[in-house]
């Protein structure tokens, strides 16, 4: 069955579905667009609701990332049996989704003073909100959000990478559990490989 990724040629929401499938060692086609060049019309036109990322299992298809990523991480048995569990981690992941709506909303904005201000929320108070509870959770929990390797921590070490590129940052340079984490990703069978394959990216 012929398997595709639709999404663009950046981290963004869907590396954590390019490093889950490539740590699943699960053969796919990693279809790749070029943002700047984005809208492609017929492609848009195509999309349930005109957005990447878009995942493909012959003849079915999945849209938002959130879904797609947990989807492959049922299949791949990175998510817990336990429902109140599953609960947890989808928890986890809507907060990471919080904080990566922030950052967007100041890589959008347009208005220079605005701008300044989303930035200095972003640096001043919003990181560390987010990152001492994130910090914490993983103290607690082995190094991992579920207590082992689960589909959250790929999305959250998708999403940080995502957010270093466009502020500029390594954020998880101060918090030693997040950092660990963001390695060990990074460093999993298959994962590893991939990035070294691919070229480094850039907006």
């Known amino acids: 069955m012929a398997r595709k990724l639709h999404y663009f040629d950046t981290n963004g929401i869907a590396e954590s579905v390019r490093y889950m499938l490539h740590y699943a060692k699960q053969k796919f086609e990693d ?12 492609v848009k036109k195509s999309l ?13 298809s999945l849209y938002q990332s959130v879904a797609i990523a947990r989807y492959i991480g049922a299949v791949h048995n990175l998510i817990p049996a336990d429902i109140w569990e599953q609960a947890q ?7 990471v989704y919080d904080f990566w709506s922030k950052v967007i909303a100041y890589v959008t904005e347009q208005d220079i003073v605005k701008k300044q201000e989303l930035k200095k929320e972003i640096f001043g108070e919003l990181i560390d909100f987010y990152f001492s509870r994130f910090e914490n959770q993983l103290k607690n929990n082995k190094g991992f959000f579920g207590g082992k390797l689960s589909w959250a921590d790929f999305v959250f070490v998708g999403i940080i990478e995502a957010v270093n590129l466009r502020l500029g940052e390594q954020i998880e340079s101060k918090y030693p559990h997040v950092a660990a984490l963001v390695e060990k990703i990074r460093n999993l069978p298959g994962v590893k490989e991939y990035i070294v394959s691919k070229k480094p990216y850039v907006l």
């Open 48 to 60: 349930p609701f005109g957005q990447l990322p878009l995942y493909e299992e012959g003849s079915k």
């Open 89 to 95: 981690l989808d928890a986890i992941v809507l907060s």
């Open 31 to 42: 279809v790749r667009y070029d943002y700047q060049s984005w809208p492609v019309e017929q």
